[in-house]
């Protein structure tokens, strides 16, 4: 018996072989690697662009000047989120019956949420600077309010090819857009050191994108206001703008409460740890959920068993290698904070790894929410996405941290609660529409 015993083992081994090879094939052929691979490829190039622009201002800022750059950043983004009211993710969700009326509806809806959130951010703009109490705030975010009106242009040409899951261009695109930005602010910055660089590219931009998107092709023949479609249109776009806000507030929630209660400088050295280290999770975790809404839509449309199965083996272990990834670099931050940056900034060192960990809830809740929302069910990732954020707004107004320690510590503690939502399945009587659908 003995004699055989490395056969079976090679035989074995064989077996295992031809299984992972399978695997692996089946993996790159499937169109949502293909679509993250091109995604990453902007990711990292708008990462990179970013390191560089996070090096100068680290060099040339203050840490106050630093912290009002990025508050006035996350404010401006907190506007922008409201364009999401518009029909974008009903074009990409939307069947195929449906879509020309859709898109022209939403040409015309992307018009009027950008115009309203323009205005609404000019107008408040000298109240959100005296709540924090930087003047120089309210000038920085009327000047950039001007970037909102040139995105609506080529809006619906971008959720169109989204909706057909072609997102090569989109993300070679986007990625040199963001890639410029950061630039732009670095090499201004670098020539002149002033806080209104951030304003300079954001327009900058936006005009960029105008350029390259407006080759695209679409189906839009005309601009159209149907009541009836409108209506749908806002109905579901409402409730994932919703989930889509929460979100935004959960990942900018600490940042806006500690410019409160941190003084500048600190809150400047906060900011730095979270673009040092939350930036690049935040980065990995754009490009992963971006791929994956279009992705689950169009495997619910076409009503693809075996797609739609091949997809269940390989989405959650491929949700957890990405998470591998922030746990890499947080081990990681401990050389490269050093490495890149003076000796004004090695105290934000321990705190960029803490971040880091902070991401992996964040992508494994927002990966199960995603699939709700492709089943035409966005309410279920609205409750969970609201609790989730009010539980970290919850968790910083009870704590009070007034240290950038803290304040990270208490991030990690409550975005660790968030975990609990894995577990979390409708029962039938609730959402008899979810378990009617292919659930992944």
Not at 172 to 196: D, K, R
Request: glycine share 4%; net charge positive; charged share 15%.
């Amino acid at each position: 018996m003995s004699g055989y015993q490395p056969s079976i083992q090679s035989c074995q081994g064989d077996a295992v072989k031809t299984k992972l090879t399978r695997y692996f094939k089946q993996l790159s052929e499937m169109p949502f690697i293909h679509n993250f691979s091109w995604m990453m490829i902007a990711e990292v190039l708008s990462r990179v662009s970013r390191i560089i622009t996070l090096f100068v201002l680290a060099a040339n800022f203050t840490n106050s000047e630093y912290g009002l750059a990025m508050l006035a950043l996350i404010i401006h983004e907190l506007f922008r989120v409201f364009a999401r009211l518009g029909s974008g993710v009903k074009i990409i969700q939307c069947d195929d019956n449906e879509l020309l009326d859709t898109l022209q509806n939403a040409a015309t809806l992307q018009w009027f949420v950008v115009l309203v959130i323009a205005v609404s951010q000019i107008v408040l703009a000298d109240l959100i600077a005296y709540y924090y109490q930087q003047p120089v705030l309210a000038d920085l975010l009327k000047f950039m309010a001007i970037a909102h009106i040139l995105y609506p242009v080529v809006t619906v040409r971008i959720f169109e090819q989204q909706r057909q899951n072609k997102l090569r261009f989109y993300g070679i695109a986007s990625g040199c857009c963001i890639a410029f930005e950061n630039l732009f602010i670095a090499m201004y910055v670098y020539l002149e050191p002033s806080i209104f660089a951030i304003a300079y590219a954001k327009i900058a931009a936006a005009i960029l994108w105008v350029c390259l998107f407006y080759s695209l092709p679409s189906r839009l023949i005309t601009y159209r206001c149907q009541w009836v479609i409108l209506k749908q249109a806002i109905s579901f776009s409402s409730k994932t703008f919703i989930s889509e806000l929460s979100r935004t507030l959960r990942f900018q929630a600490d940042s806006l409460f500690a410019a409160r209660l941190l003084s500048p400088e600190l809150f400047g050295l906060y900011s730095f740890a979270k673009s040092a280290g939350l930036g690049i999770a935040q980065s990995i975790t754009i490009a992963y959920t971006t791929t994956l809404y279009p992705y689950l839509c169009h495997q619910f449309r076409s009503n693809s068993k075996s797609q739609t199965n091949t997809f269940k083996r390989h989405a959650w272990p491929f949700s957890l290698f990405v998470c591998a990834l922030f746990i890499l670099q947080a081990l990681l931050a401990q050389f490269y904070v050093e490495w890149l940056f003076d000796e004004r900034w090695e105290e934000a060192t321990n705190l960029v790894s803490l971040l880091c960990i902070a991401a992996i809830p964040t992508l494994l809740v927002d990966h199960k929410g995603l699939i709700y929302r492709a089943q035409n069910n966005p309410f279920i990732e609205t409750k969970i996405i609201m609790i989730c954020t009010a539980s970290l707004i919850g968790g910083i107004i009870l704590i009070q941290p007034n240290t950038v320690f803290g304040t990270g510590i208490t991030v990690v503690m409550c975005s660790v609660l968030w975990c609990i939502f894995l577990l979390f399945n409708p029962k039938k009587r609730h959402y008899p529409a979810l378990l009617r659908a292919q659930a992944i």
